[in-house]
């Protein structure tokens, strides 16, 4: 894949390594087999495991080779899309067990790196940044509301003076401080939710593309050089299904996202750009993200394709948007660049649910999984467990496939995504 450059950043700085993992050869039995090895497919692992269930993983590449090991790394509460939308589908009172969840999605990420010691630099507190006076007012009014509706008092809206105690740049219109939210290294984290599933004792195989699914009697999941016999399949290849479950087709669309990374910058430098070192966002539609590393980097997020191609130009275009909101890294040197897919679905929110009692999935976070995705994978071993109420909550969320069919889906969606890129402009 064209957006899958051999070393990003995080390969370079992986500190996690697994029990030996090989290619699926020969045929096995798991009470559930798990298809995908990102945060979703690990932390479920882990959470079945735990629960005493025969697992297989399988893994078409090596853990973390999808949007869990290339991703942000931000971690934050909420969706991909805002509450009034999730209300307007699911009523008010399922939305506040949504929002409650995914503040749970976020102590969970916290209490599982610590549970199982995963070296991954997490740092807590998030910016998201206004950029327009439009954005400001409807910041404000969200902080509101939130506080109003869902008793949610974290967020605290921040004038631009007392935003450069966070992030100094004159660029910004003020922004909300959530100290809730925070980032950390994202595959080693996802690689540490894989060494403690197998601890707990689920198999992975890796560099084991799964090619077919045969459902009968007994569920078999077929790779090239071996097979799987379980009782459930659980789909956790988000944006990258690529047609494995037709019935899932056109459910969600992928989308291609970039981060270059910079050279160390110091610490003087580094605390002078990002003081309390948080994760940041800003609030146009096609966002841009960053935040430091561990070892002082900026990591700079921004840019789609639909394509699956890089765009032209762009690490010229992101090392400018870097540089116009902190001139001092003008010159700063450009050590890495990858990207990933992000799986979207049409209204934002993540999409589960079940094709019947043998095959499960979880995907769709809209660019807002990398804590939603741990959630998730407790939440998939609870629903298989027999436990399915919060399972259930979230796979309540309505959604619809995208437009357009097979050929005209992509083409349509970039063209929404320029009518957005051009409001993001006024
Ligand atoms: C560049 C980028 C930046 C992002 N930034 C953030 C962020 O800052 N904060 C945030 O919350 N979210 C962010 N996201 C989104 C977040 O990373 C994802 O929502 C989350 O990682 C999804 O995890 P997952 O396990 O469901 O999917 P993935 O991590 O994508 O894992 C799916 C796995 O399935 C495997 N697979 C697919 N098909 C098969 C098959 N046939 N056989 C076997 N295996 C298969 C893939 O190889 C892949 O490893 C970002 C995503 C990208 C790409």
Redesign the pocket.
């Not at 298809?35 to 497919?41: K, L, N, R, S």
């Not at 956790?236 to 690529?242: G, I, K, P, Q």
């Not at 990207?339 to 799986?343: A, D, E, R, T």
């Given at each position: 894949m064209s957006v899958s450059p051999p070393h990003s950043y995080y390969h370079a700085t992986r500190q996690v390594e697994l029990s030996a993992t090989t290619p699926l050869a020969g045929e096995r039995t798991a009470d559930v087999c798990i298809?995908?090895?990102?945060?979703?497919?690990c932390s479920a692992a882990l959470h079945l495991a735990e629960r005493g269930y025969r697992v297989v993983l399988?893994?078409?590449?090596e853990i973390?080779?999808?949007?869990?090991?290339?991703?942000?790394?931000?971690?934050?509460p909420g969706f991909g899309t805002e509450m009034p939308a999730i209300e307007s589908v699911v009523g008010l009172d399922a939305a506040r067990r949504l929002w409650a969840m995914s503040g749970e999605a976020v102590d969970l990420t916290q209490r599982l790196i610590a549970t199982h010691d995963i070296p991954c630099d997490l740092r807590r507190g998030y910016v998201h940044a206004a950029v327009k006076p439009r954005h400001a007012h409807a910041m404000r009014a969200h902080a509101e509301r939130m506080a109003r509706v869902y008793g949610y008092t974290g967020e605290r809206w921040l004038d631009p003076e007392s935003l450069r105690d966070h992030v100094r740049t004159d660029a910004y219109r003020g922004g909300l401080f959530d100290a809730a939210g925070g980032h950390l290294h994202?595959l080693n984290y996802t690689l540490g939710l894989a060494r403690a599933a197998q601890r707990a004792g689920a198999t992975l195989y890796v560099r084991?593309?799964?090619i077919r699914v045969e459902r009968g009697d007994v569920t078999r999941v077929m790779t090239a050089s071996g097979c799987v016999r379980c009782d459930v399949v659980l789909v956790?290849?988000?944006?990258?299904?690529?047609g494995?479950v037709p019935q899932l087709d056109g459910r969600i669309m992928r989308v291609s996202?970039?981060?270059i990374a910079t050279e160390p910058l110091g610490d003087a430098l580094a605390a002078d750009i990002l003081p309390s070192d948080p994760a940041v966002s800003d609030a146009n539609f096609v966002l841009d993200?960053y935040r430091l590393s561990a070892d002082r980097r900026l990591l700079y997020?921004g840019e789609v394709s639909y394509s699956g191609r890089e765009p032209r130009g762009l690490d010229r275009r992101m090392q400018a948007k870097m540089v116009s909101l902190f001139p001092a890294l003008a010159g700063t040197r450009i050590d890495y660049r990858w990207?990933?897919?992000?799986?979207i679905t049409l209204n934002r929110a993540p999409d589960f649910g079940r094709l019947d009692e043998t095959l499960y999935y979880a995907?769709g976070?809209s660019?807002?999984?990398?804590?939603l995705?741990g959630l998730a994978g407790q939440l998939l071993a609870e629903a298989i467990d027999g436990n399915t109420g919060r399972f259930d909550d979230i796979a309540a969320i309505p959604h619809r496939r995208f437009p357009g069919g097979e050929r005209l889906r992509v083409p349509l969606l970039a063209l929404a995504t320029t009518f957005y890129r051009l409001r993001d402009r006024w």
């Open positions: 298809i995908g090895g990102g945060v979703t497919g399988l893994e078409a590449g973390g080779h999808g949007a869990s090991g290339r991703s942000g790394g931000q971690i934050l994202p084991s593309p799964v956790a290849c988000n944006a990258y299904l690529d494995l996202n970039y981060i993200y997020g990207g990933g897919q992000v799986g995907h976070y660019g807002h999984g990398m804590a995705a």
